[in-house]
């Protein structure tokens, strides 16, 4: 559905978007992180057409966004950090104007302006003039003018800012009904908001795609966590020798006679198999096995590894542009 080739773009000397490529189909909820400066605004503004790249294409259901830019925008949502919205305008006044702008009329403009106002719960302050809403209102009226149309794509910048607890679970149900017909592209700092609700992250460093896989991928690592009674000597001898296993480090030891270890599985190696041997080599070497596991990291963790891997190519000169 959304297809990203070789996207460049920069401002003067500073590279803010560095040959990216990444695709999306249809139905996906992709979470766009990096640090501040990443390129991840960036990348959305040229998404929505706002942005020309200085090279590469962006193609929507095969519709080049550089040849028919109206025709695309038509069909896409964006939502960004701070929304433009006119103060003096009242809620209603302003959803009418974002209607027309994208090509609404008659009694489908009618019905897709009361579809957002449901979805996004915002009717009890549609006579409100926008300047006198809450910071949380303020972002409902933002994603109300972001789907109208049924956007076959959806762009939003930090969507649950300034919402509550409550109003944030529902704008997570939104925005997973909407993705049953859509592909929606979410960027935030929150990354409990991408566990939530994302199918798949694409993490930004310095301008270039880092990373690009399904959570579910993500949150399983190739080692193993082991507790036993196993001297550390005996532990690095026996379980080393297993076809599958590259590395072992020992943890801290938090109390006799656990012994903790953590297993680095070759790529491509079967976690079963070699979990299976890895507790057959303990009992046979007559020591008691506490606990055997597969370490499962969370999206904070893959984040902190992706920018602590610049920071240190940044130390060692292997990067030529700043993040």
């Known amino acids: 559905m959304l297809q990203v080739s070789q996207l460049t773009r920069s401002y003067g000397d500073f590279i803010a978007v560095d040959d990216v490529e990444f695709k999306i189909d249809r139905g996906e909820i992709v979470g766009l992180l990096g640090h501040n400066g990443a390129g991840k605004t960036t990348i959305m ?28 925008q038509r069909s896409l ?9 006119y103060q003096e305008m009242s809620v209603a006044d302003y959803l009418d104007y974002a209607a027309d702008l994208k090509g ?18 915002i009717s009890v302050k549609l006579l409100a003039p926008i300047a006198t809403l809450s ?5 409902r009226v933002g994603v109300a003018q972001a789907i109208l149309g049924k956007p076959k794509l959806l762009i939003l910048d930090e969507p649950t800012n300034g919402l509550d607890p409550t109003q944030t679970e529902h704008m997570r149900e939104l ?3 909407i993705a049953k017909d859509a592909t929606v592209i979410l960027s935030t700092h929150i990354m409990q908001e991408v566990d939530a609700v994302c199918d798949r992250v694409l993490i930004l460093r310095a301008g270039r795609l880092a990373v690009d896989a399904r959570l579910e991928q993500l949150r399983h690592s190739n080692h193993l966590l082991l507790c036993t009674s196993l001297e550390a ?11 599958g296993i590259e590395q072992l480090e020992a943890l801290p030891q938090q109390s006799d006679p656990e012994h903790h270890y953590r297993l680095t599985m070759t790529e491509g190696s079967d976690r079963n198999s070699v979990g299976a041997a890895v507790a057959r080599a303990v009992v046979t070497a007559g ?11 969370d999206l904070e963790t893959l984040f902190r ?3 602590d891997a610049h920071q240190t190519n940044t130390a060692e000169g292997g990067l030529s542009h700043a993040a």
């Not at 503004?45 to 695309?72: A, C, F, H, R, W």
């Not at 000597?233 to 076809?243: C, D, F, G, K």
């Open 45 to 72: 503004k040229m998404l929505s057409g706002y942005l020309e790249p200085d090279t590469g294409t962006v193609n929507i259901d095969g519709i080049d966004l550089s040849e028919q830019p109206k025709k695309i």
């Open 77 to 85: 949502g964006y939502l960004p950090e701070n929304l433009p919205v």
């Open 104 to 121: 609404l009329g008659g009694a489908d403009k009618t019905a897709e302006i009361q579809r957002a106002i449901s979805a996004t719960d």
């Open 135 to 139: 910071r949380g209102y303020r972002q």
């Open 175 to 177: 925005i997973r009904d």
């Open 233 to 243: 000597a005996a532990a690095t001898e026996q379980l080393t020798a297993i076809a």
């Open 287 to 297: 020591a008691d096995l506490y606990q055997l596991q597969t370490e499962h990291r």
């Open 305 to 307: 590894e992706v920018s």
